[in-house]
Protein backbone atom coordinates (compact mmCIF):
# COMPACT_ATOMS: atom_id res chain seq x y z
CA UNK A 1 0.00 0.00 0.00
CA UNK A 2 1.27 3.80 -1.32
CA UNK A 3 -0.88 6.52 0.70
CA UNK A 4 0.10 10.03 -0.82
CA UNK A 5 -1.32 13.23 -0.09
CA UNK A 6 -2.08 14.12 -4.14
CA UNK A 7 -2.05 11.52 -6.87
CA UNK A 8 -2.37 14.34 -9.59
CA UNK A 9 -0.09 14.77 -12.52
CA UNK A 10 -1.13 18.60 -13.25
CA UNK A 11 -0.58 19.23 -9.23
CA UNK A 12 1.36 22.52 -8.46
CA UNK A 13 4.29 20.57 -6.46
CA UNK A 14 3.32 16.99 -6.13
CA UNK A 15 3.03 15.96 -9.54
CA UNK A 16 6.29 13.92 -9.18
CA UNK A 17 4.63 11.73 -6.91
CA UNK A 18 2.31 9.93 -9.95
CA UNK A 19 5.89 8.85 -11.28
CA UNK A 20 6.68 6.86 -7.47
CA UNK A 21 3.65 5.48 -8.04
CA UNK A 22 4.30 4.31 -11.45
CA UNK A 23 7.85 3.28 -10.27
CA UNK A 24 7.12 1.24 -7.65
CA UNK A 25 4.23 -0.34 -9.31
CA UNK A 26 6.95 -1.88 -11.58
CA UNK A 27 8.19 -3.86 -9.12
CA UNK A 28 5.63 -5.26 -7.07
CA UNK A 29 2.77 -7.47 -7.38
CA UNK A 30 -0.10 -5.01 -6.67
CA UNK A 31 0.06 -1.94 -5.51
CA UNK A 32 -3.01 0.14 -3.66
CA UNK A 33 -2.77 3.65 -3.39
CA UNK A 34 -4.13 5.40 -1.02
CA UNK A 35 -4.52 9.09 -2.52
CA UNK A 36 -6.39 11.71 -0.42
CA UNK A 37 -6.66 13.70 -3.32
CA UNK A 38 -7.06 12.52 -7.28
CA UNK A 39 -6.90 14.91 -9.96
CA UNK A 40 -5.25 14.53 -13.71
CA UNK A 41 -3.79 10.99 -14.47
CA UNK A 42 -2.76 9.40 -17.68
CA UNK A 43 -2.36 5.53 -17.61
CA UNK A 44 -1.40 3.93 -14.72
CA UNK A 45 -0.16 0.16 -14.73
CA UNK A 46 -2.60 -2.41 -14.61
CA UNK A 47 -1.35 -3.74 -10.97
CA UNK A 48 -2.51 -0.71 -9.81
CA UNK A 49 -5.66 0.13 -7.97
CA UNK A 50 -6.20 3.45 -6.46
CA UNK A 51 -8.89 4.74 -3.48
CA UNK A 52 -9.62 7.74 -1.71
CA UNK A 53 -10.78 8.30 1.79
CA UNK A 54 -14.60 8.75 2.43
CA UNK A 55 -15.67 12.09 3.16
CA UNK A 56 -17.18 10.67 6.52
CA UNK A 57 -15.81 7.41 7.42
CA UNK A 58 -18.91 5.03 8.95
CA UNK A 59 -21.24 8.96 8.98
CA UNK A 60 -18.43 10.78 11.16
CA UNK A 61 -17.49 13.96 9.81
CA UNK A 62 -13.22 14.22 10.56
CA UNK A 63 -13.59 16.95 12.78
CA UNK A 64 -15.30 14.50 14.85
CA UNK A 65 -12.80 11.61 14.47
CA UNK A 66 -13.95 10.63 11.32
CA UNK A 67 -10.31 9.73 9.82
CA UNK A 68 -9.78 7.52 12.42
CA UNK A 69 -13.16 5.38 11.37
CA UNK A 70 -11.64 4.94 8.48
CA UNK A 71 -9.12 2.36 9.78
CA UNK A 72 -12.36 -0.36 9.85
CA UNK A 73 -12.17 -0.28 5.87
CA UNK A 74 -8.67 0.22 5.60
CA UNK A 75 -8.08 -3.29 7.84
CA UNK A 76 -10.43 -5.06 5.20
CA UNK A 77 -8.27 -3.48 1.91
CA UNK A 78 -5.50 -4.84 3.59
CA UNK A 79 -7.28 -8.40 4.02
CA UNK A 80 -9.12 -8.87 0.95
CA UNK A 81 -5.69 -7.28 -1.13
CA UNK A 82 -3.47 -9.62 1.08
CA UNK A 83 -1.11 -6.41 1.57
CA UNK A 84 2.36 -7.22 2.58
CA UNK A 85 3.68 -3.53 3.44
CA UNK A 86 2.62 0.46 3.51
CA UNK A 87 5.01 3.14 2.31
CA UNK A 88 3.96 6.51 3.27
CA UNK A 89 5.19 9.51 0.78
CA UNK A 90 4.86 12.35 3.12
CA UNK A 91 1.18 12.03 4.37
CA UNK A 92 2.06 11.29 7.92
CA UNK A 93 -0.90 11.84 9.72
CA UNK A 94 -2.35 8.53 8.32
CA UNK A 95 0.85 6.80 10.35
CA UNK A 96 -1.10 7.46 13.44
CA UNK A 97 -4.39 7.39 12.23
CA UNK A 98 -4.38 3.98 11.06
CA UNK A 99 -1.55 2.87 13.27
CA UNK A 100 -4.26 0.30 15.09
CA UNK A 101 -4.71 -1.59 11.73
CA UNK A 102 -1.27 -2.03 10.90
CA UNK A 103 -0.14 -2.65 14.11
CA UNK A 104 -2.94 -5.60 14.20
CA UNK A 105 -1.69 -6.94 10.95
CA UNK A 106 1.76 -6.60 11.67
CA UNK A 107 2.46 -4.50 8.35
CA UNK A 108 5.84 -3.16 8.15
CA UNK A 109 5.28 0.81 7.42
CA UNK A 110 8.25 2.89 6.01
CA UNK A 111 7.34 6.72 5.78
CA UNK A 112 9.13 9.14 3.45
CA UNK A 113 9.85 12.48 4.71
CA UNK A 114 12.15 15.59 3.31
CA UNK A 115 11.47 18.28 4.69
CA UNK A 116 13.42 20.94 7.04
CA UNK A 117 10.12 21.41 9.53
CA UNK A 118 9.89 19.47 12.51
CA UNK A 119 6.24 19.02 14.57
CA UNK A 120 5.21 17.21 16.78
CA UNK A 121 2.60 15.36 14.70
CA UNK A 122 6.28 14.40 12.95
CA UNK A 123 7.51 13.36 16.08
CA UNK A 124 4.12 11.09 16.87
CA UNK A 125 4.36 9.57 13.19
CA UNK A 126 7.83 8.54 13.61
CA UNK A 127 6.73 6.81 16.49
CA UNK A 128 3.91 4.92 14.51
CA UNK A 129 6.35 3.67 11.64
CA UNK A 130 9.42 1.03 11.74
CA UNK A 131 11.70 3.15 9.03
CA UNK A 132 11.47 6.82 8.24
CA UNK A 133 13.35 7.45 4.35
CA UNK A 134 14.74 10.98 3.62
CA UNK A 135 16.75 12.42 0.91
CA UNK A 136 19.60 13.42 2.71
CA UNK A 137 20.28 14.26 7.01
CA UNK A 138 19.20 16.90 6.73
CA UNK A 139 15.81 15.82 5.08
CA UNK A 140 14.66 14.72 8.46
CA UNK A 141 16.02 16.68 11.37
CA UNK A 142 15.38 14.06 14.56
CA UNK A 143 17.51 11.73 15.86
CA UNK A 144 16.43 8.20 15.55
CA UNK A 145 17.94 4.84 14.50
CA UNK A 146 14.84 4.50 12.63
CA UNK A 147 16.28 6.86 9.36
CA UNK A 148 17.27 5.61 6.67
CA UNK A 149 18.75 8.26 3.67
CA UNK A 150 18.67 7.07 -0.02
CA UNK A 151 18.54 10.20 -1.91
CA UNK A 152 15.93 11.99 -4.03
CA UNK A 153 13.01 10.60 -6.84
CA UNK A 154 13.84 12.32 -9.92
CA UNK A 155 11.75 11.42 -13.14
CA UNK A 156 14.81 11.06 -15.42
CA UNK A 157 12.61 9.92 -18.05
CA UNK A 158 10.96 13.52 -17.92
CA UNK A 159 14.07 15.73 -17.53
CA UNK A 160 16.77 14.54 -19.85
CA UNK A 161 19.61 16.40 -22.26
CA UNK A 162 18.08 18.06 -25.26
CA UNK A 163 19.76 18.17 -28.43
CA UNK A 164 19.95 21.99 -28.16
CA UNK A 165 20.04 24.31 -25.25
CA UNK A 166 20.36 28.15 -25.90
CA UNK A 167 21.96 29.32 -22.66
CA UNK A 168 19.83 32.58 -22.31
CA UNK A 169 17.93 32.75 -19.29
CA UNK A 170 18.97 32.09 -15.35
CA UNK A 171 16.00 30.16 -14.29
CA UNK A 172 14.28 29.08 -10.54
CA UNK A 173 12.00 26.48 -10.32
CA UNK A 174 9.76 26.21 -7.18
CA UNK A 175 7.22 27.11 -4.57
CA UNK A 176 7.07 30.87 -4.37
CA UNK A 177 7.80 31.53 -0.80
CA UNK A 178 10.03 33.49 2.05
CA UNK A 179 11.50 30.46 2.79
CA UNK A 180 12.66 29.59 -0.93
CA UNK A 181 14.30 33.91 -0.70
CA UNK A 182 12.98 35.13 -4.28
CA UNK A 183 13.58 38.12 -3.31
CA UNK A 184 17.13 37.38 -2.69
CA UNK A 185 16.91 36.03 -6.22
CA UNK A 186 15.47 39.35 -7.26
CA UNK A 187 18.02 41.42 -5.76
CA UNK A 188 20.76 39.41 -7.41
CA UNK A 189 19.09 39.74 -10.81
CA UNK A 190 19.20 44.28 -10.15
CA UNK A 191 23.11 43.11 -8.81
CA UNK A 192 23.68 41.01 -12.60
CA UNK A 193 21.87 44.18 -14.78
CA UNK A 194 24.81 46.74 -13.20
CA UNK A 195 27.92 44.32 -13.66
CA UNK A 196 29.64 45.51 -16.31
CA UNK A 197 30.65 43.34 -19.50
CA UNK A 198 27.44 41.70 -19.91
CA UNK A 199 24.62 41.81 -21.78
CA UNK A 200 21.27 41.02 -20.21
CA UNK A 201 20.16 37.91 -18.67
CA UNK A 202 16.63 37.45 -18.08
CA UNK A 203 15.82 35.70 -14.85
CA UNK A 204 12.76 33.55 -15.07
CA UNK A 205 11.06 32.31 -11.93
CA UNK A 206 8.07 29.78 -12.02
CA UNK A 207 6.18 27.91 -9.52
CA UNK A 208 2.86 27.63 -7.32
CA UNK A 209 1.87 29.67 -4.64
CA UNK A 210 0.74 27.10 -1.87
CA UNK A 211 -0.77 29.58 1.21
CA UNK A 212 -1.52 32.68 1.76
CA UNK A 213 1.64 33.94 3.62
CA UNK A 214 3.14 32.69 -0.09
CA UNK A 215 0.27 34.94 -1.75
CA UNK A 216 0.98 38.21 0.59
CA UNK A 217 5.26 37.49 -0.37
CA UNK A 218 4.79 36.91 -4.33
CA UNK A 219 2.75 40.37 -4.37
CA UNK A 220 4.76 42.03 -2.43
CA UNK A 221 7.58 41.49 -4.62
CA UNK A 222 5.86 41.84 -7.70
CA UNK A 223 4.64 44.98 -6.32
CA UNK A 224 8.77 46.08 -6.32
CA UNK A 225 9.53 44.54 -9.52
CA UNK A 226 7.00 46.52 -11.40
CA UNK A 227 7.70 50.31 -9.17
CA UNK A 228 11.77 49.95 -10.19
CA UNK A 229 10.83 48.99 -13.68
CA UNK A 230 12.41 45.47 -13.65
CA UNK A 231 9.91 43.43 -14.91
CA UNK A 232 11.47 43.23 -17.93
CA UNK A 233 14.65 41.49 -16.84
CA UNK A 234 12.72 39.31 -13.79
CA UNK A 235 10.28 37.65 -14.93
CA UNK A 236 7.66 35.85 -12.27
CA UNK A 237 5.72 33.14 -14.27
CA UNK A 238 3.23 31.63 -12.17
CA UNK A 239 3.01 28.08 -12.49
CA UNK A 240 4.09 25.92 -15.01
CA UNK A 241 2.55 22.44 -15.33
CA UNK A 242 5.05 19.51 -14.52
CA UNK A 243 4.78 18.23 -17.91
CA UNK A 244 6.42 21.53 -19.50
CA UNK A 245 9.29 21.70 -16.98
CA UNK A 246 11.92 20.42 -19.12
CA UNK A 247 11.73 23.37 -21.89
CA UNK A 248 12.40 26.01 -19.11
CA UNK A 249 15.76 24.02 -18.31
CA UNK A 250 16.13 24.05 -22.36
CA UNK A 251 16.45 27.60 -22.51
CA UNK A 252 18.76 28.42 -19.09
CA UNK A 253 22.44 28.14 -18.72
CA UNK A 254 22.06 28.27 -15.05
CA UNK A 255 19.31 26.92 -12.38
CA UNK A 256 19.89 29.31 -9.30
CA UNK A 257 18.38 28.39 -5.63
CA UNK A 258 19.07 30.24 -2.69
CA UNK A 259 16.31 28.50 -0.48
CA UNK A 260 16.92 27.91 3.61
CA UNK A 261 14.99 24.64 3.28
CA UNK A 262 18.41 22.86 3.99
CA UNK A 263 16.84 19.53 2.94
CA UNK A 264 17.43 18.71 -1.41
CA UNK A 265 15.01 20.66 -3.17
CA UNK A 266 13.98 18.14 -6.04
CA UNK A 267 14.45 20.68 -8.73
CA UNK A 268 18.00 21.33 -8.23
CA UNK A 269 18.39 17.92 -9.52
CA UNK A 270 15.98 18.04 -12.02
CA UNK A 271 18.32 20.54 -13.75
CA UNK A 272 21.15 18.49 -13.61
CA UNK A 273 19.30 15.70 -14.83
CA UNK A 274 18.12 18.28 -17.62
CA UNK A 275 22.59 18.90 -18.01
CA UNK A 276 21.54 22.37 -16.87
CA UNK A 277 24.09 23.80 -14.60
CA UNK A 278 22.88 24.89 -11.15
CA UNK A 279 24.23 27.58 -8.29
CA UNK A 280 22.76 27.04 -4.76
CA UNK A 281 23.45 27.87 -1.24
CA UNK A 282 21.67 24.70 0.06
CA UNK A 283 23.78 22.93 2.12
CA UNK A 284 22.31 19.51 1.40
CA UNK A 285 24.21 19.40 -2.11
CA UNK A 286 27.73 20.79 -0.81
CA UNK A 287 28.75 16.40 -1.18
CA UNK A 288 26.81 15.85 -4.73
CA UNK A 289 28.45 18.86 -5.81
CA UNK A 290 31.87 18.28 -4.69
CA UNK A 291 33.50 18.16 -8.35
CA UNK A 292 31.70 21.52 -8.91
CA UNK A 293 32.66 24.35 -5.96
CA UNK A 294 31.56 27.11 -8.14
CA UNK A 295 27.75 25.31 -7.82
CA UNK A 296 27.50 26.38 -4.53
CA UNK A 297 27.02 29.86 -3.43
CA UNK A 298 28.52 30.13 0.43
CA UNK A 299 28.43 34.09 0.64
CA UNK A 300 24.06 35.04 0.18
CA UNK A 301 25.17 38.68 -0.35
CA UNK A 302 23.21 39.56 -3.98
CA UNK A 303 26.72 41.10 -5.51
CA UNK A 304 28.49 37.90 -4.48
CA UNK A 305 26.01 35.73 -6.24
CA UNK A 306 25.91 37.53 -9.02
CA UNK A 307 29.89 37.49 -9.56
CA UNK A 308 29.49 33.37 -9.53
CA UNK A 309 26.49 33.85 -11.93
CA UNK A 310 28.83 35.97 -14.35
CA UNK A 311 31.85 33.00 -14.06
CA UNK A 312 29.67 30.40 -14.86
CA UNK A 313 27.92 32.23 -17.66
CA UNK A 314 31.19 32.60 -19.24
CA UNK A 315 31.96 29.22 -18.94
CA UNK A 316 28.43 27.99 -19.53
CA UNK A 317 29.84 26.32 -22.73
CA UNK A 318 32.27 23.89 -21.16
CA UNK A 319 30.06 22.50 -18.73
CA UNK A 320 29.11 18.57 -20.20
CA UNK A 321 25.30 18.31 -19.96
CA UNK A 322 25.95 14.40 -19.45
CA UNK A 323 28.47 14.14 -16.76
CA UNK A 324 26.18 16.71 -14.96
CA UNK A 325 23.31 14.46 -15.49
CA UNK A 326 25.20 11.57 -14.38
CA UNK A 327 25.15 13.17 -10.26
CA UNK A 328 21.25 12.19 -10.27
CA UNK A 329 21.41 8.93 -12.94
CA UNK A 330 22.03 5.60 -10.79
CA UNK A 331 21.64 8.11 -7.54
CA UNK A 332 18.02 9.59 -7.25
CA UNK A 333 16.59 8.86 -10.13
CA UNK A 334 13.41 7.69 -9.94
CA UNK A 335 13.82 3.76 -10.74
CA UNK A 336 16.86 2.97 -8.40
CA UNK A 337 14.53 5.16 -5.51
CA UNK A 338 12.14 2.88 -5.83
CA UNK A 339 14.37 0.03 -5.06
CA UNK A 340 15.95 1.77 -2.56
CA UNK A 341 12.37 2.57 -1.38
CA UNK A 342 11.64 -1.39 -1.27
CA UNK A 343 14.94 -2.52 0.01
CA UNK A 344 14.01 -0.63 3.44
CA UNK A 345 10.79 -2.25 3.52
CA UNK A 346 12.53 -5.68 2.93
CA UNK A 347 15.04 -5.02 5.86
CA UNK A 348 12.04 -4.41 8.16
CA UNK A 349 9.91 -7.07 6.85
CA UNK A 350 12.71 -9.86 7.07
CA UNK A 351 12.70 -8.88 11.21
Sequence with gaps: MLITYVLDEAHGALAWQTGVARALAKKVDH??????TVGRLSTLPANTEVITPPVRPLGIPH??????????HVFELCRERRIDAVVIHMAMEWAYILSPTFRFLRLPVVMWYA???????????IRCVDRVITSTPGGCRIRSEKIRVIGQAIDTDHFRVPQDRSLQNVVYVGRI????????????????????GLP?????????????EDLHYAHSLQDTIWREQQEGNFRMMGFVPYARLPELYESAFLHL?????????????EGLSA????????PAFIDTLQDYPEFIARDDRPEAIAEQIRHIYERRRDYDPLRLRALVDGRHDMNSYADRVLNVVRE???K
Design 115 to 125: HGTVSQRLRLA
Design 177 to 196: SPRKRIDLLYGTSKALTDAN
Design 31 to 36: LLVLSS
Design 275 to 282: GCPVLTSN
Design 200 to 212: EIPFHVVGPLLSL
Design 348 to 350: RMV
Design 63 to 72: RFGGRFAFNK
Design 257 to 269: NVSETGSMDKTVM
